[in-house]
């Protein structure tokens, strides 16, 4: 190094930062030298901080290094030194090895060092111990509780809370004198306010209270199991002469309050007037937890939610952002499942579509939308047509999103939907807003099919005078698409040859293809008008449009003069095909082969190798995809939400609805990933096509030694459950783990064999497969499971067994496994669920249960599809109105087997004191399928 | 631990210049417990750096002080040329996250005397990671008025004492000399006689 550039970086008021070496020398050999110079080595310490901040590490060596100088600097008596050390170890303790060496030095400040460093020696001492160390400073931590100075009760208390993960039982020690500590009043020493000049403030505060937000989450954990104790803390505090001061530890109390009441839900009405006086107070904080606690306990009654409704509708016209914020997200929550309950916050809502920050704004028009139910979304969508001049496309496009999924819910208001989206259709915006616009009218037309030819109109209309060329070729390809079903297809003719006249190359093609759709409706007149248009195009000046011209003229000729009807099937698929790739496959087998060596490409990609969908799958993917956008909407925290409130009720039904929501993007990825897997195996390489995956079943809770999923996998005979096992033991190790799994119906499902794990290492994870052969219809039988292993202790430090040990052979009961209906069906789409209803009316099946563990509509609802893995059409699977006694569910799939369609109506009706009753209609092409759901639907 | 009843309130604290470039980051992690949702930005530098570059598209010069990002909570505070953020996970309380960053900035205000910029903030470095220090003890709030918060930083040695040994002014270097001084005449005297 120059001595200049070292120059340099002496300049101590310097911004700059040295690189890493540079500072890692400068350090050792500043912290080396004795007698030590503070300011100089606090300087090298805040470049070191700033280093680690700006995401440099260094590795284990270095740090231990750097860690073992640092430690040298306690010879220095300077206190804002020693500051900095402190701060430096706790961030270096991370990646350094034998920090034990300071800890007496530490304990040694804790004991009689000076009042401003002992807090962060009492943090930076947290990081330095560990299990094993941690008892000896026992006494030093219950002094430093009952310290008369907060900022020191503080930092005990946060450290001993970090302490929990890995000695509670130390930790547990003081919990008397934390109890002390929440009713305590601390004051700062007067000579604290010292430091610096200004403080910018009139008022300094003589104690925070903080420590008792502290003292109360510490104690929380230390009492976690004791029901009774937590609620003597709770009445203790809650009253009228709480010692309670900080408004953070009555946040924290609020949060225990609605554990508590979640867990016990007879404790909701005793605690609901202490959560009520929250409402009322003069943190933003305390108002915003209490009324989110509240909503979000659905034993309240509806009155007592709107106490707290009313709280947050005051808090909607605050001038501070984040309270508007917090506020407005609440009540968008709430919207989602009732939305008739804050129908009162409407006005407020409404001025905050203007707001400054766009979050709050979006919230607003998202909620608003959401209170539409049909009475009042006319109303709604107008007040909103005089807003959308006001806001920016970017607004825009959410408000067309909520329309978009207005317009799935409620079908019947498919009127107002599309003249709302033709203004906007017509006002002035950028691609991406239009976009939007057709998106949604794409969308109505697929999943409304009453809207069509007044939507087909507008995009016509649209599409005259269309600047952009890609929206105008998406448009013939759906005028292509769906106008020769409508009554009168010569119109959509006139606009699509208009195209061919007027347009780009690109747009002229593409009309050509539409045009040529047209040809295949049948009628002579309109067969013939098409082929003279496109005989004319084949003098176009743009060679794609000729060459397409050319090929549909070629086939529809052809067409008529084929008399075979399957020949004129296949020609048909050519010009307008049934079926279309799944993109996600093709995606992941084309990637797949390009991965490959050069020896794989001699042999050429094989599209027959990629499943195709039909349509009818196809909308129905998509359907579920945009009606699952009107319960995340601008963020997924609803989901967290609802699988948090579930959750107590149900073990498990929350974990697995998010897993079956996430689980359903990638479903075609995954049931192709399951198929690659099982077909490497070679026990199942004759087994045919696999013909349908469950969705992961889990057969133990999830925080246990071993936790075990299913996946059920049917083929045309076989059936193989695929057990996945994890150990998460951390000292032993399963051998020769297996699965008896027997089935109640054993003459059906005959056991074949058990792939078994050989040795499952601690915390890891294994499959064990179980072969049945299956009887060729559907039948419902279910398994009981038992796990069955060799368990081995494990020598950690080596991580392998003992020699010599034998293990003990144990047995462990697991969950039982039900085949449901939902195994033998997909779920597929119908825009017009009457009409199949009425032509399925042969075969019909029906039963009447009743439900009695939940009272929840929507639950049972939501667990229906679950099983039964259908399709829920007319926007059935939503509960609109939570007061409603009674829902009526329809839904629609097809057989795995034989394709047989099936359609189910289900009512519900709830009653309070027997639960739910149930009754089950099916109507379907293959009578033992409707007779499986019929048994296996309760 | 439940999200909902643990302490540790915030997930990361990030300073970021004009640019978007770190001037300070930490993401927080329980000392001795395992974290849950924030782990795909723990101890990944890349993934950090990507969070902050999309998190700084999002909110420089945008008006607004909160923002929901990639299921978390982030309320910031935009300065002439930097931008300090407070990023708490989803179901955190968002007027306790802004209350806490509201601290924290109006104590750097404080301390570094009411030039909260780029420059003064590299100079005083030493002050502002103390003062973040002092707010949030690895992901719980240690305390949030901006008083206590700058009252417990402190400031830096005002001088060294020059270096060089032979010059060693303390007293007991004084001692030393002295000391030194007259074994040196013990021995002349000694050697003299």
């Known amino acids: 190094m120059s001595t200049l550039s070292y120059k340099k970086f002496e300049d101590i008021d310097s911004g700059s930062l040295p690189d890493k070496m540079t500072v890692f020398q400068d350090c050792l050999h500043a912290f080396n030298t004795s007698p030590v110079q503070a300011k100089r080595c606090r300087l090298l310490l805040s470049r070191l901080l700033r280093l680690l901040y700006l995401g440099d590490s260094f590795a284990s060596q270095e740090a231990t290094t750097l860690f073992f100088s640092i430690s040298k600097l306690f010879q220095h008596k300077d206190s804002s030194l020693r500051q900095m050390v402190y701060l430096a170890i706790k961030e270096l303790s991370v990646i350094s090895e034998d920090v034990l060496m300071v800890t007496s030095s530490i304990m040694k400040d804790i004991q009689n060092g000076e009042a401003i460093y002992k807090p962060n020696a009492i943090r930076s001492l947290t990081r330095i111990v560990d299990a094993s160390t941690v008892h000896a400073t026992e006494r030093l931590m219950k002094n430093c509780v009952v310290d008369r100075n907060p900022s020191i009760t503080s930092a005990t208390l946060v450290s001993s809370y970090h302490l929990l993960a890995v000695a509670k039982d130390v930790v547990k020690r003081w919990t008397n004198e934390t109890q002390e500590a929440i009713s305590a009043t601390k004051t700062f020493p007067p000579q604290q306010f010292l430091t610096h000049e200004n403080y910018g403030v009139n008022k300094l505060p003589s104690s925070t209270y903080v420590y008792q937000y502290h003292a109360l989450g510490l104690l929380y954990h230390l009492r976690n199991h004791d029901k009774m104790a937590l609620m003597k803390l709770i009445n203790q505090l809650s009253n009228s002469n709480s010692p309670l001061r900080s408004p953070l530890a009555i946040v924290q109390l609020i949060r225990y309050i609605g554990q508590i009441i979640k867990d016990v839900p007879s404790y909701a009405q005793p605690l609901f007037p202490v959560l009520n006086n929250w409402l009322r107070n003069k943190s933003d904080m305390v108002e915003l937890e209490a009324a989110k606690t509240i909503l979000g306990i659905s034993s309240f009654s509806s009155e007592q939610h709107l106490a707290a409704i009313n709280c947050l509708q005051i808090l909607l016209s605050v001038p501070r952002t984040v309270t508007r914020f917090a506020a407005v997200r609440i009540l968008n929550k709430i919207a989602m499942k009732t939305p008739e309950k804050i129908v009162i916050c409407n006005v407020e809502l409404e001025n905050l579509i203007n707001d400054s920050n766009r979050s709050v704004s979006t919230y607003a028009i998202t909620t608003l939308l959401k209170t539409g139910n049909s009475d009042n979304v006319d109303r709604l969508i107008k007040t909103i047509l005089k807003f959308m001049n006001d806001i920016s496309d970017e607004f825009k496009i959410v408000v067309i999103d909520a329309i978009r999924t207005l317009s799935l819910k409620f079908p019947e208001k498919y009127k107002t939907m599309l003249n709302f989206l033709n203004d906007c259709l017509r006002d002035d915006g950028g691609f991406v807003f239009k976009n939007a616009i057709v998106e949604a009218l794409f969308d109505m037309i697929k999943f409304v099919p009453q809207s069509r030819d007044l939507a087909l109109e507008n995009l016509c209309e649209f599409i005259e005078d269309c600047e952009f060329t890609e929206l105008a070729v998406r448009i013939l390809h759906l005028l292509g698409n769906e106008g020769p079903k409508t009554t009168n297809p010569t119109l959509y003719i006139r606009h699509i040859y208009n195209r061919v006249v007027l347009e780009n190359s690109i747009v002229r093609s593409s009309a050509v293809i539409a045009l040529s759709k047209f040809a295949l409706i049948g009628d002579e007149s309109i067969s013939k008008s098409i082929k003279i248009l496109l005989s004319r195009c084949l003098n176009d000046v743009d060679d794609e449009v000729r060459d397409r011209a050319a090929l549909s003229l070629k086939l529809i000729t052809s067409f008529e003069e084929l008399s075979s009807p399957d020949e004129k099937e296949k020609l048909k698929d050519f010009i307008s095909p049934n079926t279309k790739y799944s993109l996600p496959v093709l995606e992941q087998k084309l990637s797949l082969y390009m991965q490959g060596d050069k020896e794989s490409f001699i042999q050429s990609f094989d599209i027959k190798s990629v499943p195709t969908i039909s349509d009818d799958e196809a909308k129905a993917y998509e359907f579920r995809e945009k009606t699952r956008l009107l319960e995340e909407e601008a963020n997924a925290d609803v989901e967290q939400n609802k699988n948090r409130n579930t959750n107590g009720e149900n073990n498990g039904y929350g974990a697995e609805d998010r897993e079956e929501s996430n689980q359903y ?274 | 631990m439940s999200s909902q009843v643990s302490l540790y309130s915030i997930n990361s604290t990030l300073i970021l210049d004009n640019e978007g470039k770190r001037i300070y980051a930490k993401y927080f992690k329980p000392p001795h417990g395992v974290l849950e949702d924030n782990s795909k930005l723990y101890n990944n530098d890349k993934n950090q750096k990507t969070f902050e570059k999309n998190l700084f598209a999002k909110t420089y010069k945008v008006g607004g002080d909160i923002i929901l990002f990639e299921n978390q909570v982030v309320v910031y505070k935009q300065y002439s040329d930097i931008i300090i953020y407070m990023i708490g996970g989803l179901e955190e309380n968002e007027s306790l996250l802004s209350t806490t960053l509201s601290g924290l900035t109006a104590a750097l205000e404080i301390v570094l005397q009411n030039n909260i910029d780029q420059k003064s903030v590299q100079e005083n470095y030493d002050l502002v990671a103390l003062a973040i220090d002092e707010t949030v003890d690895d992901g719980i709030i240690l305390e949030y008025d901006p008083a206590v918060i700058a009252s417990r930083v402190t400031n830096a040695p005002s001088q060294d004492i020059p270096s060089l040994k032979t010059i060693d002014l303390s007293e007991k270097g004084l001692l030393n000399a002295f000391q030194f001084a007259r074994s040196k005449i013990n021995e002349k005297l000694q050697q003299g006689l």
């Open chain 1, 665 to 938: 993007i990638k479903n075609t990825v995954l049931q192709q990933q399951y198929s690659q897997e099982l077909s490497a195996i070679p026990e199942f390489k004759n087994y045919g096509n696999l013909l349908h995956s469950s969705s992961v079943v889990e057969l133990t809770e999830r925080e246990i030694e071993f936790v075990v999923e299913v996946i059920k996998h049917v083929f045309e005979d076989h059936l193989v459950l695929q057990f996945n096992i994890e150990n998460t033991l951390e000292e032993s190790e399963l051998n020769e783990v297996t699965v008896v799994s027997s089935p109640e119906a054993d003459e059906l499902y005959e056991e074949e064999f058990i792939m078994p794990i050989e040795k499952l290492k601690p915390q890891s994870k294994g499959t064990v497969y179980v072969s049945f052969t299956r009887p060729s219809g559907i039948e419902l039988t279910s398994f009981t499971n038992t796990l069955s292993f060799i368990s081995k202790e494990v020598d950690t430090t080596t991580g392998e067994s003992f020699e010599g040990d034998e293990g003990f052979q144990d047995e462990y009961q697991i969950e039982e496994l039900s085949l449901t209906p939902g195994d033998f069906i997909i779920p597929s789409f119908t825009g017009n669920f009457t009409h199949q209803w009425d032509e399925l009316s042969k075969i019909e099946q029906s039963g009447v249960y009743n439900l009695s563990d939940s009272n929840d509509l929507q639950e049972i609802v939501q667990r229906l599809i679950r099983v039964l893995s259908m399709m829920p059409v007319d926007g059935s699977d939503i509960v609109t109105d939570s007061n409603s006694t009674t829902h009526v569910l329809k839904l629609f799939g097809k057989s795995i087997l034989n394709s047989a369609k099936v359609a189910c109506i289900i009512r519900l009706a709830a009653n309070s004191s027997r639960g739910i009753m149930m009754k089950t209609q099916v109507r379907g092409e293959d009578e033992q399928l409707c007779e499986a759901i019929i048994n296996g639907v309760a």
